[in-house]
């Protein structure tokens, strides 16, 4: 299974076959309206604008499971980051990212790679521990979870939510120039990238 076995509803509920990006290298995102790590969104962009034009597409799937912080419709999101943050990459309909009503998208996402964390995450993750009762180890833990994937559609990684996207561009770069990656840990972070 890949990347590109999958539809999606857009922000306009058009149906988008996730072949339709083959060949490219893609960054999945949960992303919310309001949260924390939104203005990660501006990253995102400016990350979009600098890769795009050599095969690089971003993916945004918000999710509102998070305490609520993708309220609105996918209109409301899609304006609220076009004006304040510029985004002009494709962002799809909110959707569900865990529990009995995920898409099977996040499913396959979330079983296809090691998650990469830093000491940071692990702080964060404890202090969400409290708002994310029942999340289960490979579950998506907050907003702003990031996956790559490369050009033939392989996840190679996933990135915790506090991992910003300039933290994520040397990755971004090398696959797009077909160059493997290496996704190592923080070396503080002695529990290791799962």
């Not at 499913?107 to 994310?132: H, Q």
Request: aromatic residues 12%; hydrophobic residues 30%; contains cysteine.
């Amino acid at each position: 299974m890949k990347i590109y076995d999958f539809t999606m509803k857009d922000a306009e509920d058009k149906d988008v076959s996730l072949s339709e990006y083959k060949g490219k290298v893609l960054l999945v995102v949960n992303g919310a309206t309001g949260c924390g790590f939104t203005p990660q969104y501006d990253g995102l962009e400016k990350l979009y604008e600098k890769y795009q034009p050599e095969g690089f597409e971003i993916l945004d799937f918000p999710s509102n499971q998070f305490l609520g912080q993708a309220p609105g419709t996918n209109e409301e999101i899609v304006g609220f980051c076009r004006l304040n943050f510029g985004v002009d990459f494709k962002q799809f309909s909110k959707i569900e990212v865990n529990g009995k009503n995920e898409e099977p998208l996040y499913k396959y996402l979330k079983t296809a790679a090691e998650e990469y964390r830093n000491k940071e995450t692990a702080e964060f993750y404890e202090k969400v521990k409290e708002f994310t009762p029942g999340i289960s180890e490979n579950d998506i833990r907050w907003n702003f979870t990031k996956f790559l994937i490369d050009k033939e559609g392989n996840v190679v990684s996933r990135f915790a939510p506090n991992i910003s996207p300039e933290e994520i561009e040397q990755h971004v770069a090398k696959l797009i120039n077909d160059e493997q990656i290496e996704i190592v840990c923080h070396p503080d972070f002695s529990d290791g990238c799962i």
